[in-house]
């Protein structure tokens, strides 16, 4: 076969991927995994059939080691990832990464402790999870509820009412799989000065890049030979990403960088289906309407929040998910007036 003639399969095969078209490997109902390039593996989480991954992942293989992509929700998604691994290799697990700290891509991390398997992640994962999830087991919710139920319960206008429902419940269920979930740290961590990481499988490298915007801790994996890349959230597929954590701006910047990985490329969200270069322009569009929302309502005097409740979705991005209000815009108004006040000080 030609390197053209193999360019053009792997092309192929992506596509079907993200047509649905290809025969899975495995098909969980919470999780569907199906070979995208020779090698490499996407796992799309349906959370609505179960928890257990809740967010993309999967496995690349090479000839001499195999590589997971994420930790997930539970330690039952990252068994999947595990069982994978093992039917298409018989080469050993060099490791799992965590593309970042957050809870739906990091609590699964047990699975791969205790079968001794290496978790790598960004240096501030483990500082984060210990702050942010650690911390808060075994303490009191209510003071941190308090002012969505307070806001819940000062609403008259039924649109503003269910968004603030709809806010409290996703609170909540953080709250709750905080303090059900058993936090595993990552045990190979990776610095400033380690990225860009190369990691030979035999016969196929990946390279781990570490770029700023959603969580402070974003990491991409990259398989160059075939054109694939595992973005995390740093890439939401038809939806508004969560953004509590973001920096809007740096995110943007990145989401530029990826418009120039080439058109071939297929990039595994971290939510939603295998895409191409279209789903970028999506995302960056959408947060270019943000911005200038945000904009707008900051000259105008106003606060975040009252940028947050005043927004409205376009139509050309009403096809787009948002499991919260505040989660999203909400954590985007906040992003874009923290970066408004540091210039005026």
């Known amino acids: 076969m030609t390197r053209r003639q193999l360019l053009a399969a792997l092309a192929a095969k992506g596509l079907n991927a993200q047509r649905g078209d290809a025969s899975p490997l495995l098909d969980r109902g919470f999780a569907r995994v199906t070979e995208i390039a020779t090698g490499v593996y996407a796992t799309i989480a349906d959370p609505t059939k179960g928890q257990q991954c809740a967010s993309n992942g999967g496995v690349i293989a090479g000839r001499d080691a195999v590589l997971i992509v994420e930790g997930h929700m539970q330690p039952a998604g990252a068994a999947l990832e595990i069982e994978v691994a093992r039917m298409i290799s018989k080469a050993p697990i060099r490791a799992a990464i965590n593309t970042h700290y957050h809870l739906d891509h990091s609590f699964g991390n047990a699975a791969y ?152 490329t297929h990039w595994v969200p971290g939510h939603g289906p295998v895409c191409g270069l279209e789903t970028i322009r999506e995302q960056a569009a959408l947060f270019d309407d943000l911005r200038s929302h945000a904009e707008k309502m900051i000259h105008a005097g106003a606060s975040a929040e009252e940028a947050e409740s005043r927004y409205t979705v376009p139509k050309r991005f009403q096809h787009c998910r948002m499991g919260s209000w505040s989660f999203t815009v909400g954590g985007a108004m906040q992003s874009y007036f923290s970066r408004a006040r540091a210039s005026k000080a």
């Open 113 to 264: 402790a205790e079968q001794r398997i290496p978790i790598l992640a960004h240096e501030r994962t483990p500082v984060l999870m210990k702050e942010r999830y650690t911390a808060l087991q075994g303490t009191d919710k209510a003071p941190l509820l308090a002012p969505f139920q307070r806001r819940l319960a000062s609403a008259t206008d039924p649109a503003l009412k269910q968004r603030f429902e709809a806010d409290l419940g996703r609170w909540k269920w953080m709250y709750d799989e905080i303090e059900a979930g058993k936090v595993v740290l990552p045990t190979e961590l990776l610095r400033a000065a380690d990225f860009p990481k190369h990691i030979d499988l035999g016969g196929l490298t990946v390279v781990i890049e570490f770029h700023p915007g959603h969580s402070g801790t974003d990491l991409i994996i990259r398989v160059p030979q075939r054109d694939v890349v595992f973005a995390g959230d740093l890439l939401f597929n038809h939806a508004y990403p969560v953004s509590i954590d973001a920096d809007m701006i740096a995110w943007r910047q990145t989401l530029d960088r990826f418009a120039g990985y080439g058109r071939r």
